[in-house]
């Protein structure tokens, strides 16, 4: 069955460090396009042959199941490259696997300004798209003009980015929409401006969030996006749960709203444990928070 694939696959792979939690147990196909064909073709494959399948870009926002998933598993950090678009520079169309990070370098290297939002988020820009990465300073939606998208009918489109496109955290984009491509429209700047923006947005995070440690970022979705002081950080904060633990994970001195892997932890842990954070929410706030971190469960 591997072989006819147009792809290197791989069987019976663990999925852990594939992921910025370090946790979950293995799939029985990795899949690993080296670039849009690739990847168009490999999941055209996986659909005729009625294999179920997941996407995985920097594994920066997923909780796998320790008992491994049942699911082909397609990896998208192959597809990296950056292209400019038209004639001028500000415009760039970046592979799904283009790593967030390296992305806002790269961009502050050509002295273009728009990524500096980005910065300290892991990940690829495929991800970014699905779940419109971004926070305070801005958003993935702030610079995307267009994405080129393989729909569930196996259709090769390019949508323009409008306004029905992105919401909070989500987008139209997923494992029924595969992202293919982004195309941002950033501007020109000025590489010392960048680089302080940078610096400081950076320390800010560093300073707010455990950036050291493995995590999935925050584990809520804020509850009013546009009130700071009901943030979801704010309200776990009232609610009294940093330093909660469960097995082998607990919830961060620095951010109650990010769960960290302290070694051995499983999928069980932190569920355990969100359950709590709701429950104490809940409890103390009125609020009923929902995750952000996308859970991969064996069977579902
Ligand atoms: C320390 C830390 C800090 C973080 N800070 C932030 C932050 O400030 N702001 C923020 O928004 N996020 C933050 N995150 C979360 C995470 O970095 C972002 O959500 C990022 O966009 C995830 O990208 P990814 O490639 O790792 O996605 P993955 O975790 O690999 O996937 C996320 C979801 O998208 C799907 N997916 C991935 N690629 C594709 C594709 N090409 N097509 C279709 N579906 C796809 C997956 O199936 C999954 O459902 C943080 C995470 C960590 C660990």
């Given at each position: 069955?591997?072989?006819?694939?147009?792809?290197?696959?791989?069987?019976?792979?663990?999925?852990?460090?594939?992921?910025?939690?370090?946790m979950?147990?293995?799939?029985?196909?990795?899949?690993?396009?080296?670039?849009?064909?690739?990847?168009?073709?490999?999941?055209?494959?996986?659909?005729?042959?009625?294999?179920?399948?997941?996407?995985?870009?920097?594994?920066?926002?997923?909780?796998?199941d320790d008992?491994?998933?049942?699911?082909?598993?397609?990896?998208?950090?192959?597809?990296?490259?950056?292209?400019?678009?038209?004639?001028?520079?500000?415009?760039?169309?970046?592979?799904?696997?283009?790593?967030?990070?390296?992305?806002?370098?790269?961009?502050?290297?050509?002295?273009?300004?728009?990524?500096?939002?980005?910065?300290?988020?892991?990940?690829?820009?495929?991800?970014?798209?699905?779940?419109?990465?971004?926070?305070?300073?801005?958003?993935?939606?702030?610079?995307?003009?267009?994405?080129?998208?393989?729909?569930?009918?196996?259709?090769?489109?390019?949508?323009?980015?409008?306004?029905?496109?992105?919401?909070?955290?989500?987008?139209?984009?997923?494992?029924?929409?595969?992202?293919?491509?982004?195309?941002?429209?950033?501007?020109?700047?000025?590489?010392?401006?960048?680089?302080?923006?940078?610096?400081?947005?950076?320390?800010?995070?560093?300073?707010?969030?455990?950036?050291?440690?493995?995590?999935?970022?925050?584990?809520?979705?804020?509850?009013?996006?546009?009130?700071?002081?009901?943030?979801?950080?704010?309200?776990?904060?009232?609610?009294?749960?940093?330093?909660?633990?469960e097995g082998g994970v607990?919830?961060?001195?620095?951010?109650?709203?990010?769960?960290?892997?302290?070694?051995g932890a499983t999928m069980a842990d932190v569920v355990?444990?969100?359950?709590?954070?709701?429950?104490?929410?809940?409890?103390?706030?009125?609020?009923?928070?929902?995750?952000?971190?996308?859970?991969?469960?064996?069977?579902?």
């Amino acid at each position: 069955m591997t072989s006819s694939f147009p792809c290197p696959v791989r069987e019976n792979v663990p999925l852990a460090p594939y992921t910025t939690f370090g946790m979950g147990g293995a799939t029985p196909l990795l899949v690993e396009p080296r670039n849009v064909d690739e990847l168009v073709g490999a999941v055209r494959r996986l659909r005729e042959d009625g294999v179920r399948f997941r996407l995985l870009g920097g594994g920066a926002n997923v909780l796998i199941d320790d008992r491994g998933v049942e699911d082909a598993v397609v990896l998208t950090n192959g597809i990296s490259f950056v292209r400019r678009e038209g004639e001028g520079i500000e415009v760039l169309r970046l592979g799904a696997g283009v790593s967030i990070p390296w992305f806002v370098q790269h961009v502050r290297g050509m002295k273009l300004t728009g990524a500096e939002c980005l910065v300290g988020i892991p990940g690829t820009m495929g991800g970014a798209t699905v779940m419109n990465a971004g926070g305070r300073h801005g958003w993935l939606s702030s610079i995307a003009t267009r994405v080129r998208a393989l729909t569930a009918d196996g259709e090769d489109e390019e949508i323009e980015v409008d306004e029905e496109t992105f919401g909070y955290r989500t987008s139209v984009f997923g494992d029924d929409r595969i992202v293919l491509e982004t195309v941002v429209r950033l501007a020109k700047g000025n590489k010392k401006t960048s680089d302080e923006t940078i610096r400081t947005y950076l320390k800010e995070k560093s300073a707010a969030q455990p950036l050291t440690e493995k995590s999935a970022g925050c584990v809520f979705k804020n509850a009013a996006n546009d009130d700071v002081e009901r943030s979801a950080g704010k309200l776990l904060d009232r609610a009294g749960v940093k330093g909660w633990s469960e097995g082998g994970v607990a919830v961060s001195e620095k951010h109650a709203n990010f769960i960290v892997n302290r070694g051995g932890a499983t999928m069980a842990d932190v569920v355990k444990l969100v359950q709590r954070m709701r429950d104490a929410v809940e409890e103390v706030c009125g609020e009923r928070l929902g995750t952000e971190v996308k859970q991969w469960v064996r069977g579902e």
